[in-house]
């Protein structure tokens, strides 16, 4: 395959590099390369419409996707040159990981069933039904525990868990919070739901304390997030659980000023690497939803163990 000079001034450019590489492995939709790579859609498609004019990529449409592989022929002089070129990208082992995760997904058929009747809950209503009282109920089921609900804001969940929980401590560095919760836990005459003053990174529990950590839409805003999930590793008993919810890594800057947030969500990769960097085993990460208007927030779920 003959390739212009254009061609080569397209290669100088990691990201397309970085494609190419993924290309090579498994054949991908634009979507699952988002997943990846953790970039926009318009910047992902741009690369891989110049990458098909040049002749490098081609495509294939399966019902309303479209999926991208490497082009047929006369690849295998261009791949070996990227190949020597991982070392000086970063992102390549990564990339691989990812790659694994997200190919892991497709196999995973009984998650994509489940997938497909949980976005028909609630379209339909049915008096009685409801995300609310089925959380409720599994949490009744729930065996009694010590939880730390941490950056708990004003308490909310932490009033759930404590109706099932032998102890819920709920933690936050706001003294707002940390006064309106308290309160809200007296008047409903929660006796195992306490309130504490306290830093994500430097949470106030002597170690091994609690049965399960759980974050809930707080991480993005921990300044460190792997010290919090390491501080986390420390108050869990061995035998322990951490769970956490979070948004999916997303590009809408404006919730840096809107909502406080540090961080613009995590992919399902970082969220693994924070939780095995930090001892905890046993990882598993899911999207469990999406949302329909934009922004389009996502929010994935991590659970591990640590092992006694």
């Given amino acids: 395959m003959a390739f212009s000079l254009k061609s ?153 868990l404590a109706l099932r929980a032998k102890h819920v401590i709920a933690i936050d560095s706001s003294e707002k919070m940390v006064e309106f919760g308290q309160t809200l836990a007296q008047t409903h005459g929660l006796k195992n739901l306490e309130f504490r003053l306290g830093d994500l990174e430097m949470l106030p529990l002597a170690e091994g304390a609690v049965d399960l950590a759980f974050f809930s839409q707080s991480l993005h805003h921990a300044i460190h997030p792997v010290k919090a999930v390491e501080e986390a590793f420390r108050i869990v008993r061995p035998g322990g659980r951490i769970v956490i919810l979070d948004l999916l890594r997303h590009q809408f800057e404006e919730a840096r000023e809107m909502y406080a947030d540090v961080w613009l969500g995590f992919t399902e990769l970082e969220l693994r690497n924070f939780l095995k960097k930090s001892g905890f085993r046993n990882v598993q990460t899911t999207i469990v939803h999406r949302e329909t208007e934009p922004p389009h927030f996502a929010t994935v779920s991590a659970v591990a163990e640590k092992v006694a």
């Fill in 8 to 160: 080569f001034r397209l290669l100088g450019d990691p990201a397309r590099v970085r494609l190419l590489l993924l290309l090579e492995q498994e054949e991908l939709s634009v979507a699952e390369l988002q997943e990846i790579l953790a970039r926009g859609q318009s910047q992902i498609s741009t690369h891989l419409s110049q990458l098909k004019q040049a002749g490098l990529v081609e495509d294939r449409r399966e019902g309303k996707n479209i999926f991208y592989r490497l082009h047929s022929a006369g690849m295998s002089d261009v791949m070996n040159v990227l190949r020597q070129a991982v070392a000086d990208i970063p992102e390549a082992e990564q990339d691989r990981a990812a790659l694994k995760l997200v190919i892991g997904k497709r196999r995973d058929k009984m998650r994509s069933y489940f997938d497909s009747l949980a976005g028909k809950f609630g379209r339909t209503y049915l008096p009685g039904r409801s995300w609310e009282g089925l959380a409720e109920l599994l949490l009744r089921l729930m065996p009694p525990m010590v939880i730390a609900d941490l950056g708990a804001g004003e308490g909310t969940f932490s009033q759930l």
